[in-house]
């Protein structure tokens, strides 16, 4: 079976910086789409940014400029560049990915943002 395993989360203070990684393994490859959403408590998981196989990207709104997702093809790995990172960025985040066979989640790692 295929599997999506997330790391890099933790806390940092306002105006910090973090780099998610997605690792997936088993049986996933010749991934479609690598994707990032987020869940913060009380509220519904969002979208936040998302590359195709062409590397095109897709980002929500209030993140633009301030996140940057990534693949390393060889590595079968991607990764979410989270700058400038504000307060309202805490959450739970998800990697999310598709193959020919089908698709993934990642269990999410946490991102707190706080002084």
């Known amino acids: 079976q295929g599997q999506l395993v997330e790391s890099g989360g933790g806390t940092v203070q306002p105006g910090g910086s973090l780099r998610l990684s997605c690792a997936a393994s088993?049986?996933?490859?010749?991934?479609?789409?690598m994707a990032w959403y987020r869940q913060a408590p009380g509220k519904e998981r969002e979208l936040v940014a998302r590359?195709?196989?062409?590397?095109?990207?897709n980002y929500l709104d209030s993140v633009k400029g301030r996140f940057a997702i990534s693949r390393d093809y060889a590595k079968n790995t991607g990764y979410l560049q989270m700058d400038s990172l504000k307060p309202e960025d805490t959450a739970l985040y998800s990697c999310?990915?598709?193959?020919?066979?089908?698709?993934?989640w990642g269990q999410g790692t946490q991102v707190t943002v706080s002084s």
């Open positions: 999310n990915a598709g193959d020919s066979r089908g698709i993934y």
């Open positions: 088993g049986s996933i490859s010749s991934i479609y789409f």
């Open positions: 590359i195709g196989n062409r590397g095109n990207t």
